[in-house]
């Protein structure tokens, strides 16, 4: 079996390549994971020990939105790809033009690429909950609520939803769209998406730095743990198609909590550990990008597909402190 990963030196792409080396082969068919291609556009600050390492791991570092880069991944064909690559909310919000040549431009050259392979590739592609959105969106959202997004990044994220809706009706590959809520808790420094700040609240204080909250305590948002966002992507690709039938994209299990109750877990799970402060400083910008998104999310439909959750917002902040914390 060979995977190819796109914004693969990202810190979910890492962990999708991680996961998948660990296990070894995936529940789609018997062959074991021969190779994993990692392509992105730049070496990232950090890779995780030993991922480069394997000899079953090889990286490509090009522009998605450029057809030539993307022609020339497929010298080799794949039997399942992961397209994380994007231009996340808040880049997406100041440069238009670019969020329309990555996400949009570049979706198209992969999907067209793996469609010429015509080996029924598996495909999950990562969109998010900021495809929900307008002055109608329901107090809770689900996978049959109508997407009228109030971002760019938002609107890229339902097209190659529909894409992929198509591109599988026709068989031209088989695909499925994991629709992502706000990854908890990434390492490293703060990104360009507008929910970055929802990470370093966590993150920052555990470091004994201070963290600028930019929007009210009191605004609710889905999230899940990187873990079951991992084992979720891998837990997609590998269902069978009929469980997915005609609508292939699935809201990722999530939390619904705001960012007053995400503090408060953070103090009872770090125990006697020195956190830095919490600054209460808004941002308009931020703010009303946020708030443009579902508060709360009924994911039940990816529940009842086996797609996995975990408990609470202590457990997720307990794995993030023995995985990038007490590990170091």
């Known amino acids: 079996m060979k995977i190819l990963i796109t914004g693969g030196a990202g810190f979910v792409g890492q962990r999708v390549a991680m996961e998948c080396l660990h296990r070894g082969k995936l529940d789609i068919s018997d062959q074991p994971i021969e190779s994993i291609v990692l392509t992105d556009n730049a070496d990232p600050p950090f890779w995780h020990d030993g991922l480069r390492e394997d000899k079953r791991v090889t990286t490509s570092f090009g522009d998605i939105s450029d057809s030539a880069y993307v022609t020339s991944l497929f010298e080799q064909s794949f039997d399942v790809v992961f397209h994380l690559a994007s231009i996340v909310s808040g880049q997406g919000e100041t440069d238009f033009d670019l969020a329309m040549r990555v996400n949009l431009d570049g979706t198209r050259y992969l999907f067209e690429e793996i469609r010429a392979q015509k080996n029924n590739a598996r495909v999950v592609f990562a969109s998010s909950v900021a495809s929900f959105g307008g002055d109608d969106m329901p107090d809770v959202v689900n996978d049959q609520t109508k997407q009228t997004p109030r971002t760019t990044y938002g609107m890229t994220k339902v097209i190659g939803e529909l894409l992929i809706n198509d591109y599988s009706r026709k068989g031209f590959f088989d695909g499925r769209s994991a629709r992502l809520p706000t990854v908890i808790v990434r390492p490293g420094k703060p990104n360009q998406a507008a929910s970055s700040f929802v990470s370093g609240l966590f993150r920052e204080p555990l470091n004994g730095e201070p963290c600028v ?37 699935v809201g990722l299990p999530a939390l619904n909590v705001s960012v007053q109750e995400m503090m408060d877990a953070l103090k009872r799970a770090a125990g006697n550990r020195h956190l830095g402060e919490h600054v209460l400083q808004k941002d308009q910008a931020i703010s009303t990008i946020c708030e443009s998104w579902p508060k709360y999310a009924d994911t039940q439909r990816g529940q009842d597909m086996g797609l996995p959750i975990e408990s609470s917002i202590e457990e997720i902040v307990t794995q993030y402190i023995a995985d990038y914390l007490e590990a170091s």
């Open 213 to 249: 909250i930019p929007v009210d305590p009191s605004l609710v948002m889905p999230v899940l743990g990187y873990k079951s966002i991992v084992d979720g992507l891998i837990k997609l690709a590998e269902l069978a198609p009929e469980v997915l039938g005609s609508d292939r994209a």
